[in-house]
C-alpha cells in the first residue's frame, strides 16, 4: 500500500526488507520503549543503534527530546540518516517530533505495536511532545517514509488497549464506512479474538479511510481534517477529568455516543445511529464509567484547542457511515452539555 501526500511518498509494508533496504546506506537510530527491549530484535542490524526511551505519556517529554538529540549529535548523524521508532502511539509521537527536527528533518520509518497505533497514531503527519503539564503542545507535521506493520505485536497487548484501538476503528466506521461498521458488528468475536483476518481487514480498511481524509487536508486547513475528531471534543474532556487514566481510544469511545447523544438532542444527529454505535461499543465489552459531571465536561471544552471563538467545529453522525461536520455556537453547545441528560 503506497500514498502520497503532497511531496511525500509513504509505504505502508509487511515486509521487513524494504525497511532494510531503504536504510541500509545510513546510520539509523532505533527508539523503542525501555520496558520492551525485546521489540528490538527483529530489527537490529550493524548500522542501527537502538535506544531506551520510557514507555508511555512519560516518554514524550522535553527532557527525552534533549537526550535523543544529544545521541543523534553524539553519533554524528547527517540529513541522509534516519529514525526507526517501533511502539505504540506515544513513542512514535516523539520518534516523529525528533526525526522532524533534527536538521531540519531526516527519515522516519515506523513501527507501531499497539493498535491504535496501527490505525491512527502512526501515520497521518501528527507529531508532538508534552510541556508544562500540556499534552501535545509541542509538535510538528512531518510524515515517516515507511510504516513497517507486524500484526503479531497484537497478540501481546492487554485487552484494555485491543479496546483503545477499536475505539479508534469504530470512530471511523461511524463516520464514513457503513460497510466496515457492519463488518465490525458481525465479527466482532473474530476481532476480539485477534484473528488474524479480521484484525488485518479493519486495520488497512481504517488506514485506507484515515489517509483519503489527510490527502485532502494534510495540516487540517480547510475543515475535511475535522472529521477524524469526531469523539475527541467530549474523548479529550475525559482523558483530562480522570488524569488521562482511560487509555485514549477508550475515552473517544465514550465521546463517539455522548457527542451522538447530545447532537442528536439539538437535531443535527441521528438517534437510532447513537443507538447503533453505543450498542457496537458495549458489544465489543467497553464498559462505561460513571456518568461525569456536566460542570467538569464544560469546563474542559471550553479550554479545548478546537474551540474558536464562540465556535466548535464538530462532526455529527447524520447516519451510519456518514457525518456533516457543524460549526456548533459555544451556547447551544453548552446547553446540550447541561440539559440532554447525557451528564450528571
Ligand atoms: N500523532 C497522532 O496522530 C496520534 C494519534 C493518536 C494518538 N496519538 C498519541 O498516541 C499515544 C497513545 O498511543 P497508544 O495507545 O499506542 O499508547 P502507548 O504508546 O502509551 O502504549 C500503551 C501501552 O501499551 C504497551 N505496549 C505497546 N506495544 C505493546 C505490545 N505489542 N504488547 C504489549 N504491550 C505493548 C506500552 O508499553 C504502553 O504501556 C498518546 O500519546 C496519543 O497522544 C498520536
Redesign the pocket.
Known sequence: MEFKINDSRINITENIDYLFNITKNRKVLLLY?S??DG?TNELMKDNFIKMGIK???RG?SLRTYEIVMIKLIENDFQKNDAIVGI???????LA?FVASTYKRGIMLINV??????MV?????????I?FSGI??VI?TFYHPSAIYLNFS??????KK?IL??MG?IIKYAATMDKNLFRYIEKNIEKVMERDLNAIKKIVYRSIYLKYSIVKKDEKGKNGIRDILNAGHTLGHAYESITGYRI???IAVSYGLVDECNILSYLGYADNSACMKIKELISKIGIKRMKRFRAESVWYYIQNDKKMDGDYIRIPAIVEIGRSDILNLNRGDLRNAIFESGSFG
Open positions: 520503549p520496558n520492551h521489540f514507555d508511555g505519556e514524550k511502539g505504540g502511539g506515544s513513542l512514535l509521537d516523529g507501531p505495536t499497539t493498535l491504535l497505533a491512527d497514531a502512526s501515520f497521518g503527519g501528527k507529531n508532538a508534552n499534552k501535545n509538535g505485536y497484537i497478540n501481546s497487548l492487554e488497549q483503545s484501538g479508534e487509555p485514549h481510544g
